[in-house]
Structure formats: C-alpha cells, structure tokens
C-alpha cells in the first residue's frame, strides 16, 4: 500500500488527516456535553502556547520525544516495546543512585554522570525481555508490560524502604545542590530574554533534540542502523545476509531501554530533584502512540511529541477554564487522538492511498 504513496503524504499528510478526525470526534464530544468547541480548542492552544504554559508543553514534549524516539527504534528491528514506562522508571532509580552517591561539585558532572546511570539502569530492564524474546521465544509486547507492573511494585518497596528519606513520604533523599539541572528561565537569562521562572522544563530537551538527531544518524546513516531495518522487514532474508537476529534484537532493545532512560533526567533529576512515585506519568504508553504518528522516524516523533505536549498541557487549561469538560474527558480527546493515529489508521490511509493510486493511473 505505502508503495503508492508519496513519502511527504505518508509522513505529513495522513497524520495530519487522523489528527483532524480526532479532534472531529472530540469536538462532537464536546458538543453532546453542552460546551462549545471552538472555544474548547481555543483554550487548549492557550493553555499550551501562553507565557505560563509553554515551559510545561515543552516539559512534556521532551518526555514524550524519549520515550517515542525508545519505541521508534525498537519497531524498525520489527520489536514492539511496550515497557518505556517501566525502563524510565527503573531509569529513575540509576538516576537517584548517581545523583545521590557525590556532593557534586557541578551540575554538568552529574548531568553527564546520571545519564550514564540512567541509560544503563534503562537498557539493564529491556534486556531481560530481549533476551526471553530472543532466546525463548517469548512473546515481546507481553514480557514488556508485564516488566512494568514489576517495576512499579520494585520502586513501591525501595521508595517505603532502601531509598526512602526520613519521614512518611515514599521518596528519596532530595539530591545535592550541584545536581540541580539549569531550567530553560536560567539559561535564557543569561541572554537578557525573559521566560517563566516556574515552568519545569530544563537542559533535558536539548539532550531529546540531540537524541533526535542521533536516532536519524543510527537509523538511516550507519550499518547497524541497515541490520536493524533489515532484521525489520524480513528476517529470513537478515539471516541469509549474516545478520544474528539475537545480536540484532539485544541492541536495539538496549539501545530502546537507553533512550526511554534518558527521560529520568528530566522527571526525576530535572523537575522533582529526587526520586518519587510515579515519575513517568504514563509517558512510556504515549510514547507508542507518538511513534506510531511519527511513523518512527526522529522529525516525526519530535513533532508528534509537540503535539501531546500541547494536548496535556492545554487540556489542563481546559479542564480548569472549562468546568463541565472533566480531567476525564480529556483523557476522552487524548485517547481518540492515539486512536485514530494508531488503531484506525487505516481508515484514513486506504482511501488516500486508492487516490493516489487512481491520480497516478489516470493519463497526463
């Protein structure tokens, strides 16, 4: 079907037509519940986009680039990681280790420090499921969730344990001073530009950016990048061309876990400054969905990840601006969006793809 279609209506075009179908629907919703929805998506744009609100949309973006960046490469070797929430929360934990070992002297030691920590705490839980996959066949999307509700109940008992700090709360120590990541105000400060003091997000999206650029140059740019794809769209034939499906498998699931790990530094290290239930906030299951609108390629994660940056944060707006639109009904809107780009995508996809086909037969 893909072969039809032009590579800009595959990555620009069908997403965008799902994402307008979605916000169709989620509009009727509205509607039916009495509100108006033209005003309902004039307050998610300013909730997202006003001075207050932009540093929680990129906050959320960031984690969502990692966590959609962990499942893009997974999926090109044909690997359906289902455990980003689990990864960055055992992730969280590395992180809090590292950062809470030294009195660092600066925040860009333990920045480099924790993400050392972080990536391999994160690649340390996919690979018991690459390997059960791998070696014993065992089925990838069910290992890997079920090593989510594992790592929930592990930080419940580290949290009102090993790791808890004096007190009743269940979470660690706050980490030292010189582990404190600068926030987007901090560094825009030093150029003379203003920007909200409150607002969470730190040097983290660089580190996503950055991310980006390098799943692009690992994916498409290198030899590894060729066995995963290869591995991904035939495995008889990566086999007869002398790619270990094993070898394969373990690396991109290490390389998965890694990248979902790097999202600890921006929960764990950047915002909360100490480790603390539920870190992750669900960003390991929207992560599926923005690679699957991103069709698992960096820009298109990147501008996925934007778009349910502006979706939480702008549904928080609305949730408050809005009283009859419950928290509820925003998750409602949200889960139409990762429906519609993911589980219905073929009903947008088919008839583009049949009008392409006809516009290409008919004679110039």
Request: net charge neutral; hydrophobic share 60%.
């Amino acid at each position: 079907m893909n072969s039809t279609l032009p590579k800009w209506a595959d990555i620009i075009l069908i997403p965008l037509l799902n994402l307008a179908l979605a916000l169709l629907i989620a509009g009727l919703v509205v509607v039916f519940i009495g509100e108006d929805p033209l005003r309902a998506l004039q307050l998610i744009i300013q909730g997202a986009f006003a001075p207050w609100g932009i540093g929680f949309t990129l906050y959320y973006t960031t984690n969502f680039i990692f966590t959609g960046l962990a499942v893009a490469v997974a999926f090109h070797a044909r690997l359906f990681n289902i455990g980003g929430e689990g990864q960055a929360a055992i992730a969280g934990v590395g992180v809090a280790l590292v950062c809470l070992a030294f009195d660092w002297p600066h925040w860009s030691i333990a920045l480099l420090a924790a993400m050392l920590g972080g990536m391999l705490f994160g690649a340390g839980w996919a690979a018991i499921p690459a390997y059960l996959h791998a070696k014993r066949g065992s089925h990838i999307v069910i290992t890997t969730i079920m090593f989510n509700l594992i790592a929930a109940s592990l930080i419940n008992f580290l949290l009102v344990g090993p790791m808890q700090a004096p007190g009743m709360a269940p979470e660690s120590s706050s980490f030292p001073a010189g582990a404190s990541l600068p926030t987007l105000h901090d560094m825009l400060a030093v150029i003379g530009v203003a920007f909200d003091k409150n607002a969470p997000v730190n040097v983290s999206l660089f580190i996503a950016l950055a991310a980006c650029v390098l799943v692009w140059l690992l994916v498409w740019k290198s030899r590894l990048g060729f066995e995963l794809r290869a591995l991904g769209h035939s495995e008889k034939a990566a086999v007869y061309a002398g790619i270990s499906p094993l070898r394969i498998t373990m690396i991109a699931m290490l390389i998965s876990g890694a990248l979902a790990g790097l999202l600890a530094i921006n929960t764990v290290m950047g915002e909360a400054e100490r480790l603390v239930l539920d870190a992750v906030q669900g960003a390991g299951f929207v992560g599926i969905a923005v690679a699957l609108m991103g069709r698992n390629h960096p820009l298109g994660v990147l501008l996925a990840a934007f778009l349910f940056g502006i979706l939480y944060q702008g549904g928080s707006e609305l949730a408050f601006e809005m009283p009859g639109i419950s928290r509820e009904m925003i998750v409602v809107i949200q889960g139409l969006v990762i429906m519609f780009t993911g589980s219905l995508e073929n009903l947008v996809r088919m008839p583009v793809t049949r009008l392409f086909t006809r516009l290409k037969r008919r004679p110039i």
